[in-house]
């Protein structure tokens, strides 16, 4: 058959398709469900208006987000069965257990939680209120805890065993699973790229209020916060890359050094900024690099020897037998690169906002603003931007937004393929793992159908967001100011209209 | 029992959950164009659901986790054989949850039209097809010696399934009537009561029919027990209808739901998916559980999770207790 309609490629172009788009939500959907919880928080503790705005504007665009998260999410929990059931028949014993703990514990909770939130604000009193937004973020924690141990395995399988007599893994050690090393690493990276993925959004959507001077105070509080969060989860996140890096050395040598197009193993190794490779011939054309750093990157020291793809591909041959264990090359190489590249793109743009808006005594007296005032952006210790800088930096921090989405969507692309062609690595393969009872036009029938209703939705999910964007927080009301001191909301209201309704 | 035996009893209770829960979100959905007579009526029926349609659609997502996690080759079978009635419930479930958040986001008239359009499809279609597939499962597909499903999508459409998909079309519809009953006030109150007791008439003929021909085909005493409690639970719950008691009335088509489903389950127990082709093909607790260890764990994480989502989200329904009417639907966009 037409390799390029072959049923593994359609449906691996399908799980990716919906994959990276499900994902497009999720870091935001974690993040903002976080931080509008602490703008909530911020407005309980302090009773500051600007804080209560703050949560409703942000609370909005984060809904907004999450009904995209969630419907997207129903597919991946079918899909496995629907193009994947050799995979399912083969990795249902182990793989099973963490998407079954992830339903009945972090889903219910973010689903029912939400509900209650979103239309509690005149049902509840205002702290039992705010413990629903906080579940909602601790919901959305798990979720993705137990959904990261479950790919972790996929990606270093531990605590099973083979069953010969049934063709399968089986369990043996659940809390191997959820515990190893891989696991850990991936969630924490998964959480911190989560968090540099809000802080982002909030930066770039408070600079296009600022710049035209528009919900200043509300949105200087938002742009800070925003600021500190994309500073610590960059930093985190380049941690945590760093030590889930390592861990891929260790457990898949192949990825990382298709990740650098490093062909034959070196010692010291250097680290790849750009390569032109000839995949055919197993070498790098055009090469620039820094000597010693994947060394340093692999092994914390600049002198180690690192495996190239060739000697990779050689061993996996003595152990598994004759084949083609090279992934993908260019789309490891590039997809590392982008995925490092728009990550830290946005971490410094976060670092050098924060620097350049920094608290009132840092600065001397004329620098200084009111709190309804946009604040100058001061590079040297006296002395403000001129205009056209301080326009260009408005204009890169709106940008930045997106850079984390693309780094996200970069990394999963780069680790799921850089895997290939292991399905499970180094024990199913991923051309083992399709449906042998699904027809090829059925695969084609829902790759069509998904892609094109996902197409539909991301236009009207974006015009949403831009109109929600554009409206600015929302002024607040006398019953935003009084919420009720009963559950199920005061007598008082009993006939007044609900303060939100579908 | 051994555990597979349990985990068979617990995947029935996660379905009859989801059943209990979304079957009466999805008739609220069909009674935006059986019942409402305008928007704000559409919007009074929409927001009876409102705080809880996701949580309770997640009761499908642990049914789906669980039956990995349990029966692995069941839900290998399941979902590659069922691929195109299941990609459509999935479409529907997409633009329904959408459906429900956006609506409200835009003034413009198509916009609301459009999406009030999409609930009332998308509400249909799955209520209907869920009993399409069931009345697959218990009637038995083509299954291969690997079990994978060899028949056509056709083969899915036949008379049984397909009176299978009306009874659950209609009896959600009913359940959701009962339910508008119970929580709004006004006009739309007493034509819903009006409405549950010819829904419930439709309803009654086709489980009787479906529910027979089920146990003749392949019920035994306890299915029967299970079938007269089903057909006993309903005509309950339209004696209460008509004497006005709402509560009642939904408790009794909640119940007549838990038995329809318990009896569903009974037929199929030992087997989980008959094959039609050679009852040796035919996946049962057995041959498609996971291995006890596996079994364990869930037990332990369903034994722990289940009672304590029933308890938070009853106390969402405690919350949203008071019945709402067109005065309680603010008409600005947000």
Redesign the interface.
């Known amino acids: 058959m037409d390799l390029a309609l072959a049923p593994e490629t359609l449906a691996r172009w399908q799980f990716g398709i919906t994959t990276v788009y499900h994902f497009l939500f999720v870091p935001l959907t974690i993040s903002l469900a976080a931080l509008t919880a602490g703008l909530q928080t911020a407005w309980v503790r302090t009773e500051k208006e600007k804080y209560l705005r703050a949560t409703k504007f942000w609370g909005k665009l984060f809904l907004i987000n999450i009904a995209m998260g969630v419907v997207t999410g129903i597919v991946q929990e079918f899909q496995f069965g629907m193009n994947w059931s050799d995979y399912s028949r083969f990795v249902g014993d182990v793989f099973g257990a963490p998407l079954a703990f992830e339903a009945l514990i972090a889903f219910f909770f973010e689903s029912t939680f939400i509900g209650l939130w979103i239309f509690g604000w005149d049902k509840l009193p205002k702290k039992i209120h705010l413990a629903c937004i906080w579940m909602v973020s601790i919901g959305t924690i798990l979720s993705a805890y137990f959904i990261l141990a479950a790919n972790s395995w996929m990606q270093h399988p531990v605590g099973y065993r083979i069953n010969e007599a049934k063709g399968r893994a089986e369990l043996t050690d659940f809390w191997l699973v959820l515990t190893q090393n891989t696991a850990l690493a991936q969630v924490f990276h998964t959480l911190t790229a989560a968090f540099l993925t809000g802080g982002a959004f909030m930066v770039g959507i408070a600079a296009f209020h600022l710049v035209r001077k528009k919900h200043v105070s509300v949105m200087k509080t938002s742009l800070r916060l925003g600021l500190v969060t994309v500073v610590i989860g960059g930093l985190l996140t380049a941690v945590s890359g760093d030590v889930l890096g390592k861990i891929m050395y260790q457990q898949q040598p192949m990825k990382m050094a298709a990740a650098e197009a490093l062909w034959d193993g070196e010692k010291p190794a250097p680290f790849s900024v750009f390569a032109v490779g000839d995949v055919d011939k197993g070498h790098n054309k055009v090469a620039i690099e820094i000597p010693g750093l994947l060394s340093f990157l692999a092994k914390d020291d600049f002198s180690s020897y690192v495996p190239g793809i060739n000697d990779v591909n050689k061993a996996e041959q003595e152990k598994y037998g004759p084949g083609d264990y090279r992934p993908n090359i260019p789309v490891a190489y590039w997809g590392f690169r982008w995925m490092i590249g728009f990550g830290m793109t946005s971490f410094a743009i976060g670092l050098a906002g924060l620097w350049l808006t920094r608290k009132k005594f840092m600065l001397p007296q004329h620098l200084r603003v009111g709190d309804d005032e946009v604040p100058h952006l001061v590079l040297l210790p006296k002395k403000a931007l001129g205009p056209t800088l301080t326009k260009w930096y408005w204009r890169i921090a709106i940008l930045t937004l997106g850079f984390p989405l693309i780094a996200s969507s970069w990394g999963w692309i780069f680790t799921e393929m850089g895997r290939q062609p292991w399905v499970v690595y180094g024990l199913f393969q991923t051309r083992d793992a399709v449906s042998p009872g699904v027809s090829q036009a059925e695969v084609i029938t829902s790759m069509v159908v998904f892609t094109t209703l996902y197409a539909i939705l991301a236009v009207v999910e974006v015009k949403l967001l831009v109109k929600y964007v554009k409206a600015g927080p929302p002024e607040l009301t006398e019953a935003d100011l009084n919420p009720p001191t009963k559950i199920g909301g005061d007598s008082r209201d009993a006939d007044k209209p609900m303060a939100f309704s579908y | 029992m051994e555990l597979h035996d349990v985990w068979f009893v617990l995947i029935a209770v996660l379905w009859t959950g989801y059943f209990f829960l979304e079957g009466f979100d999805f008739g609220v959905g069909v009674l935006t164009k059986l019942l409402a007579r305008n928007r704000p009526e559409k ?1 009074v029926l ?2 009876t659901i ?6 309770n ?2 009761w ?3 049914a ?3 039956t ?6 069941w ?7 069922f ?2 009635p ?2 459509l419930i ?2 529907c ?3 329904r ?2 459906a ?7 003034p413009e008239e198509n916009w609301q039209r459009n999406w009030e359009t999409a609930i009332f499809w998308a509400s249909l279609l799955p209520a209907f097809l869920w009993g399409v597939a069931f009345g697959n499962i218990v009637r038995g597909v083509q299954i291969d010696q ?5 028949g056509g999508v056709l083969d899915l459409l036949n008379p049984y399934a397909l009176l299978g998909g009306l009874v659950t079309l209609s009896l959600f519809t009913f359940h959701g009537t009962v339910f508008v009953g119970l929580k709004t006030v006004g006009e739309i109150r007493e034509r819903a009561r009006k409405l549950a007791l010819r829904v419930g008439a439709v309803t009654a003929l086709l489980a009787l029919a479906f529910l027979l021909w089920t146990q003749a085909d392949r019920g035994d005493g306890s299915s029967l027990v299970a079938m007269v409690a089903a057909v006993a639970s309903l005509l309950i719950a339209l004696v209460a209808a008509r004497a006005g008691r709402e509560g009642w009335a939904f408790a009794w088509s909640g119940l007549t739901i838990v038995a329809t489903v318990a009896m569903l389950f009974l037929t199929l127990f030992p087997t989980v998916m008959p094959s039609t082709l050679n009852p040796d093909w035919s996946l049962t607790v057995t041959n498609a559980s ?2 006890p ?2 079994l364990k ?2 037990t332990w ?2 034994g722990i ?2 009672p304590v ?1 029933l308890l ?2 009853g106390w ?1 329904y ?5 019945r ?1 009417g067109t ?4 008409e600005t966009v ?1």
């Not at chain 2, 690997?146 to 060899?150: E, H, I, L, M, S």
């Not at chain 2, 005065?327 to 603010?330: G, M, P």
Request: hydrophobic residues 50%.
């Open positions: 919007r929409i927001n409102g705080p809880v349609w996701d949580g659609e997640v499908l997502l642990s789906g986790g669980a990995f996690a349990a029966f692995p080759e839900y290998a079978t399941l979902f590659s054989g691929y195109l299941l990609l999935l479409v479930l997409i633009v949850g959408v429900f958040e956006y609506r409200v986001k835009r690997d079990f994978n499903y060899a996971s291995s260890y596996t764990i869930m994480c369903a999770a289940t989502v938070y989200q969402t405690w919350v949203f207790r008071k709402i005065q309680h639907i603010a947000h």
